[in-house]
């Protein structure tokens, strides 16, 4: 980032940063594990900017930001008993909670998964930040991808500088490595799904014992994908292009999900166009949605299309193989 940039860039003002944010721009923000890359996280147009600002090849889900858990109530399904504990115990902290959510959070916070990761991040200024805002926000650590996590609005700036429309200062970030991550496992106990700021120590003096279920390749970025932290269709689905598959597989009445355009000489009804107008970033915003609605269609098979492989594209592509690659 260039000097006269910075100057103006970087600073504690909470209200220049709550403009931005509420303008739908990422703004960088302190907090007491590493600093995060945030946008309104009921915006997906303000999301997609974060995924396109990282330029991750995936789309990973994100964690939800509120300053109070009154904030989180209205898109949260439910708090079991373990969760209310540990958030009266640890938050404001490192603490990280994966939980049943509505349909108020975009599936593209969540990777269209049903549950949603919240923390109440324990910084005073983004604690000042938070409480000015009337939407959450959504924030990854500032880091493109590859890269390791900024403890430091001056990391941001060398790496991020020019994506943000405003790095909030918030000094030294105290802990310095992510915060810890809970949510139920299969049978509804609470287990640890990243190891992080908070100790094993301490949640388990809150709630008794608790599991481990740490994939070893979840902290590697380019394996992250692998993890069952995204959507997946049940229904079976082949990528290619539409016009080569169509003789082979039409006669199982696929349904298909392209890019820009409706197959000509195919029944409408069973097409999803995820931009007409060959809008790359709104593929991407309607890509969950669209899957969660063909697999609800009861067919045996989809046909997909790869979109452009470029910008957001990529990421839209590695979900898309991913989901083939399942069948
Ligand atoms: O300390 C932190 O947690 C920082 C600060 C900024 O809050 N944030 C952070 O975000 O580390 P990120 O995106 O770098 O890591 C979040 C992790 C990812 O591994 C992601 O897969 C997982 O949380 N995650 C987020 N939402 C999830 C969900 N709905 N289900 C499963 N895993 C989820
Ligand atoms: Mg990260």
Not at 70 to 75: A, L, N, V
Request: glycine share 8%; hydrophobic share 40%; charged share 20%.
């Amino acid at each position: 980032m260039r000097e006269m940039d910075r100057a103006r860039k970087i600073g504690n003002d909470v209200e220049q940063a709550s403009i931005c944010l509420a303008r739908g721009e990422l703004v960088a923000i302190p907090t007491e594990t590493v600093y995060g890359l945030a946008a309104n996280a009921f915006n997906q147009e303000a999301v997609l900017k974060i995924f396109e600002a990282k330029n991750r090849p995936q789309f990973n889900p994100l964690i939800v930001h509120t300053g109070s858990l009154e904030k989180m109530r209205p898109f949260l399904l439910q708090i079991p008993d373990w969760a209310e504990k540990l958030a009266a115990s640890h938050w404001p902290g490192p603490l990280t909670l994966l939980l049943p959510r509505n349909e108020v959070i975009p599936d593209l916070v969540t990777a269209g998964l049903p549950r949603v990761a919240v923390r109440i991040p324990n910084h005073p200024l983004t604690l000042e930040l938070l409480a000015s805002l009337d939407f959450p926000l959504a924030a990854p650590s500032a880091n493109p991808f590859g890269y390791i996590s900024p403890t430091a609005a001056s990391h941001v700036a060398e790496q991020l500088g020019d994506e943000v429309s405003y790095i909030l200062d918030g000094g030294r970030s105290t802990i310095g490595i992510e915060s810890t991550i809970i949510g139920a496992d299969e049978t509804g106990e609470p287990a640890v799904f990243r190891l992080g700021g908070l100790s094993l120590e301490s949640i388990r003096n809150t709630i008794g014992k608790i599991s481990v279920r740490i994939n070893p390749v979840e902290e590697q970025p380019q394996s992250s994908g692998m993890l069952k932290s995204h959507y997946a269709p049940k229904t079976r689905l082949i990528l290619g292009q539409i016009d080569v598959l169509l003789p082979e597989y039409g006669h199982q009445d696929p349904y298909l999900l392209t890019y820009n355009h409706i197959h000509p000489g195919y029944p409408v009804e069973r097409q999803i166009v995820l931009s007409p107008t060959s809008n790359i970033r709104e593929a991407a915003y309607r890509l969950f949605s669209a899957l969660r609605e063909l697999d609800s269609k009861g067919s045996e098979l989809i046909l997909a299309e790869p979109v452009p492989e470029k910008g957001i594209g990529r990421a839209i592509n590695d979900r898309l193989k991913k989901a083939a690659g399942k069948g």
